[in-house]
């Protein structure tokens, strides 16, 4: 069983920067496939970023491309995600998720079996 415990979150001004971390606890994942999604008030979960066990394969969302960037440090057993030039329509808690398949970077909430409990990050403009 893996635990995930995202931590990083918070209010920043429009333009500004924010890096979220995402621990596992339990299990190693070096392994495993690592992506996080957003869910904003109202709105369904929606993919940001996803990558593969060894990093071979990143994938992003079109509407964070150029902005957002995953990277996992798999000897500290952790994801992030560095946001920058954040918009108001960031807004929302951020989700970190694992696959345990490792080698796809899937955009499907239904290809992950591990979710945390997310992070806040509100943007304001």
């Known amino acids: 069983q893996v635990h995930l415990v995202e931590s990083g979150g918070g209010l920043v001004q429009a333009g500004g920067s924010l890096r979220l971390s995402c621990a596992a606890l339990?299990?190693?994942?070096?392994?495993?496939?690592m992506a996080w999604f957003r869910q904003a008030p109202g709105k369904e979960r929606e993919f940001v970023a996803a990558s593969t066990w060894s990093g071979g394969r990143i994938s992003y969302a079109d509407s964070v491309k150029g902005r957002f960037t995953i990277s996992r440090d798999n000897a500290k057993n952790t994801v992030y995600l560095q946001m920058n030039s954040l918009k108001p329509e960031d807004t929302a808690v951020y989700y970190c998720?694992?696959?345990?398949?490792?080698?796809?970077?899937?955009?499907?909430?239904?290809?992950?079996?591990?979710w945390g409990q997310g992070t806040q990050v509100t943007v304001s403009s």
């Open positions: 998720a694992a696959d345990e398949a490792g080698i796809y970077s899937a955009s499907s909430v239904n290809a992950y079996e591990y």
């Open positions: 339990g299990r190693t994942i070096s392994r495993y496939a």
